[in-house]
């Protein structure tokens, strides 16, 4: 009875070990394989890309440059001579008129000075009548009514030096214009020419560009300037070419040019570095896309065409809409303009183009067309020019 036991049970547990070990076979070795095998047969996910559409645009050649702007007329507001500051007449950033009053120094001291020459040139005016009188009866010489005249002259000369002083003391607008910052304050001592505040004309503006001398033959006084800042990187301001400097310069080979920029809302200010471009000649009729649609190579610069996907082989059905075929097409770029680029050979206006996921794409590939995917236009990183 006790071997007819142990022999049911070391079949069980031989039964249950093998059912163990097959299961652990399958689902190590078969299972695994056989999943292998599925993925290796399915076919490959579609590629998802955004499209854009190459469109026909009217381009007038230009000439870039990098400028700076500078002010019509721009001081910095100085005393001729020193002393205290006895008031100001303009807060900071204030707009001003020609003449006005902006800055009063202490001027007491010549204030006395005045008086006393004034009744210095009274004293001489009646010392002068007096020999006039004298020399009418012959009672004093030519000499002495000489004399008096002369002191009457220098003490005329000595009023109008004193009242020179005064006004120097009186800082008044030599332009209309706007004040800047405020660097002194009342009670402060200022030295002859120390800078008080700077005042600056804004509208309009100038803006001063280099240019290389082989564009100099393309140049113009009245030629029209299209100039683009970082603070407002959409917003192109025009003006025109107004001036071209006399000389080349010999360490640059670059001629400074000169351009008129309207500036009513005084949004442009001195010093601030501004993208010009010279429009030069007639517009053109061009092929153009945005940047991120040129695949760039050491071979040569290539776009992905997107085309209606023919049905699948041995299906009936037509592809759906969302589903397109890629062509690979060589093309050659002209100028670019901020975010779009021109296409002077290999590319139709109308055609579609793929704008995004051209990294995971090859010629003749099936993609998937989402614009979801598409770089909003204000995350472009690719800078104006």
Known sequence: CLMRRFLIFTFVFILLAGFAGGLGYFQFIVKPEMIKGFISKAPPPMPVVAVTQAKAED?????????????????????????????????????????????????????????????????????????????????????????????????????????????????????????????????????????????????????????PEQAIAELATGQVVEVSV???????????????????????????????????????????????????????SLVTLPRTGVTYSLYGDSVYVVKPAPAAAGSAQAAPADQMIVERRSVKLGDARGARVSILSGLESGEQVVSEGQSKLMAGARVRVDNALALPASLNPLPRQ
């Open 59 to 211: 381009w007038i050649d230009r000439i870039p440059a990098v400028g700076t702007f500078r002010a019509v007329q721009g001081i910095e507001l100085a005393p001729q001579v020193g002393g205290l500051i006895r008031a100001f007449h303009f807060d900071s950033g204030q707009e001003v008129a020609k003449g006005a009053l902006l800055v009063e120094l202490d001027d007491s001291v010549e204030q006395a000075d005045l008086k006393a020459n004034l009744a210095t040139l009274k004293n001489a005016d009646m010392a002068l009548d007096r020999q006039r009188q004298l020399i009418t009866g012959g009672s004093t010489s030519r000499s002495t009514l000489d004399a008096a005249e002369a002191a009457r002259d220098q003490a005329s000369a000595a009023v109008e030096r004193t009242r020179a002083l005064i006004a120097q003391k009186a800082l008044s607008a030599p332009f209309a214009g706007r004040i800047g910052l405020r660097r002194a304050d009342i009670g402060q001592y200022v030295s002859p020419g120390t800078g008080i505040a700077s005042l600056q004309q804004l509208d309009p503006i100038y803006v001063d560009f280099p240019v």
């Open 230 to 284: 970082d603070a407002w990187p959409d917003q192109p301001f025009m003006g025109k070419v107004i001036s071209l400097d006399a000389r080349v310069s010999a360490e640059t080979r670059n001629l400074v040019v000169r351009a008129e920029v309207k500036n009513a809302d005084k949004r442009l200010k001195p010093g601030m570095f501004a993208n010009v471009a010279v429009l030069v000649g007639k517009a053109q």
